[in-house]
Structure formats: C-alpha cells, structure tokens
C-alpha cells in the first residue's frame, strides 16, 4: 500500500500562488506516476496535472501556463505550484499516485480557496 500525505492548501486572493506538497511512503518502489486531480463544488473529479517517473507531464488544458507539477524521487514527493490562480480553481486537491501494478492510491485532499 502506499500512504500519501498532502499539505500546502488554504485561502488566497485571486492571481495569487500556491504550493501543494505531497509526500508518499509505503511501496514507494512501485510507483510510476505522481499526480494531482481536484473536485470543485458541484463537479466531477478532475485530472490537474500528473508525471511518471521519466519526467513526461500532462496537464489540464484549463491550468496550462499556470501550473506546474514538478517530482522529487529522492523524498518520494511531488509538487504542484499554482499561480495565477483564479475562483474556478477552487476545489479539494488530491494527490495520486498510479503503481506498475495497476493500483492508484489517494491522499485525503487539501483544500483549496481563491476568493477576494
């Protein structure tokens, strides 16, 4: 199993930056790609932005340009820096992590307020 851990959220004006932080511990060996999806108020579960361990990235057409996802093998984490946020990316963010094994696991969330 693999337990992750989020911090980083919390409440911030419109065009303003955030940092979220994810750290994993557990079967940590079998992981292969690190990530983050968000559910806004009323909405589906989305996918924000993901990396596998060779570094390819996929992102959101709606967070291209203002965020970036960014891996860190060595402390088994991985970050999402936010900028130019605006209120439509108000939503809890989870953190993810897909195994070569099939499994994906989840974090608790850490929520996120962009509100003047």
């Known amino acids: 199993q693999v337990q992750l851990v989020e911090s980083g959220g919390g409440l911030v004006q419109p065009g303003g930056s955030l940092r979220l932080s994810c750290v994993a511990s557990g079967r940590i060996f079998s992981i292969n790609v690190m990530g983050w999806y968000r559910q806004g108020p009323g909405k589906q579960r989305e996918l924000v932005a993901d990396i596998d361990r060779y570094g390819m990235i996929n992102y959101a057409d709606s967070v291209k340009g203002r965020f970036a996802v960014s891996r860190d093998n060595a402390k088994n984490a991985v970050y999402l820096q936010m900028n130019s946020l605006n209120p439509e990316d108000t939503a809890l963010y989870y953190c993810?992590?897909?195994?070569?094994?099939?499994?994906?696991?989840w974090g608790q969330g850490t929520q996120v307020t962009v509100s003047s």
């Open positions: 993810y992590t897909f195994s070569d094994y099939g499994v994906r696991s």
